[in-house]
């Protein structure tokens, strides 16, 4: 569960827990909102900071917890300072509430008078950035499509049914990490595309449609076995990651727990150590995408006859259509008026023909498919010239506006803190 706040102390009156929770609780500004396993949940917007103990006594139950927050905080930012400047700083709890845009809850106890947990902080980058005199950006690697499967009793899932690893990449927020997850929701059609059979196949025309489907490049597969000694007893997790087609290897290890209970800490544990892997193989370069999954093969144009007659008497059309191409373009939309303004900046950009959208994610990427008379490195320096950042793949263009924006000429929307589906 996902609950956000409007106030520091929002919620707090809802409900007090009096016995031990773990895992997925996260309090931010906004709404509310119920995550689902396959989910995407990242905030690019945001510094995280994990694994910040707390042990507070209060009054009651809610000032325990209250006290508990405003003490992650502090140690949050004492932590995120010495990360990112070298040394560690203190600010007000009045500064801290304006920086802080979301607690995560990773394991609480709540009793009348004192709490105790394990939490994570969400500071906004660009704020923090500015105070901290350090780049408030983050440059991403290609779209990766995830594909998270399960192994267990000898079958393998993926998103055929809720399974407590695609549960696991729900909770995963990359909001630090360079690699650009796709993370399908885990939907009827997902099932049927993504499934364990087809980590096996290696036939790259099947893989372009797949991965061309969601909007990436490349494709990652995260494995994990799961072995238990037997049931609520001690399990042994397998976990493998690998790239591409191939299913390049890039790191294979594994956990224990001495009990079923700490299964979801265990799979926490793993996916952070797979990423870990997938950012130095990025920064290695050996995180490249196969030529024959990037290769797209020409269109067929039909060839008409002409008649005699049209032939002796051609009238000239002006913008040609044998020059006007396809191209998919990816654009971040944190809001809506992110979406409109690129869209309309889109079809204001001279020589192109029409831009439509065909995926709409507000507060992720969204897909848009555009005409243009011209190659696709002409759209992207026409694009550059009215001050989009623009990243080329095959066929795509990936824009965004400098500072995170994903607008046209509108200022850059202030973060909300709001994880985002891809």
Known sequence: MIRRRSSFVYGFAAAVLIAGAAGGVMAQRGGTKTGKAGTASTDPASFEVSGVMVDVRGANAEAARQGGWRVAQRKGWEMLSKRLGGKASSLSDSALDALVTGIVVEHEQIGPNRYIARLGVLFDRGKAGAILGVASTVSRSAPMLLIPVEWSGGTG??????????????????????????????????????????????????????????????????????????????????????????????????????????????????????????????????????????????????????????????????????????FTVQVETPTATAFNAAESGLRGVPGVRSASSTSVALGGVSVMSVRYDGPIGSLRAALEGRGWQVQEGPGVLRIRRPGGGGGGNAPSPAPSGSPKSE
């Open 157 to 326: 899932r993926v998103f055929e049914r809720q399974t407590a690893w695609a549960s696991a990449w729900t909770r995963f927020r990359s909001s630090n990490s360079t690699i650009d997850y796709v993370r399908p929701r885990g939907g009827s059609a997902d099932s049927l595309l993504i499934n364990a059979g087809q980590i096996g196949r290696r036939g790259r025309g099947w893989w372009r449609a797949i991965v061309d489907q969601y909007g990436a490049i490349d494709v990652l597969v995260a494995e994990v076995q799961l072995r238990p000694d037997y049931p609520g007893g001690p399990v042994t997790a397998i976990f493998t990651a690998s790239h591409g087609p191939d299913k390049i290897r890039v790191t294979q290890f594994a956990l224990r727990v001495d009990n079923a209970a700490g299964l979801d800490s265990m799979l926490d544990q793993g996916i952070q150590r797979i990423d870990q892997a997938y950012q130095a193989a990025l920064a290695s370069g050996a995180l490249k995408t196969d030529h024959l999954l990037a290769y797209r093969p020409p269109e067929e144009k039909p060839v008409e006859e002409e008649t005699p007659e049209e032939a002796a008497t051609p009238t000239p059309t002006p913008g040609a259509t044998d020059t006007t191409a396809s």
